[in-house]
């Protein structure tokens, strides 16, 4: 059984920056496309950034390109996302996902992690 467990979220002021961890356990960690998504309150959780098993191939949303960096330690079982200029649309809970395939559809995501909140305060 896989379990993802998100950390590293909290409160922000515009501008700044923050890095959150999504610790994986059970399972091949390292076969794994992992991804990120958001929900902000009464919206629709939507695609951040993926990426592939070995690093190489990533994938952001257009509102995050630039800003936001996925990144993953396969021999930490941790993927991290990166997140610079942060403004107060980026309000939200952020969760991690495992996908067979690189892809930013949500139901191509089979295990997810309880999510972690992040507050931006302009």
């Known amino acids: 059984q896989v379990q993802l467990v998100e950390s590293g979220g909290q409160l922000v002021q515009a501008g700044g920056s923050l890095r959150l961890f999504c610790a994986a356990s059970?399972?091949?960690?390292?076969?794994?496309?992992m991804g990120w998504f958001r929900q902000a309150p009464g919206k629709e959780r939507e695609f951040v950034a993926a990426?592939?098993?070995?690093?190489?191939?990533?994938r952001y949303s257009d509102s995050v390109k630039g800003r936001f960096t996925i990144s993953r330690d396969n021999g930490k079982n941790t993927v991290y996302l990166q997140m610079n200029s942060l403004n107060p649309e980026d309000t939200a809970v952020y969760y991690c996902?495992?996908?067979?395939?690189?892809?930013?559809?949500?139901?191509?995501?089979?295990?997810w992690g309880q999510g972690t909140q992040v507050t931006v305060s302009s």
């Open positions: 059970g399972g091949t960690f390292s076969s794994y496309v």
């Open positions: 996902a495992k996908s067979p395939v690189l892809s930013t559809i949500k139901a191509q995501y089979n295990y």
């Open positions: 990426i592939n098993w070995s690093g190489v191939n990533t």
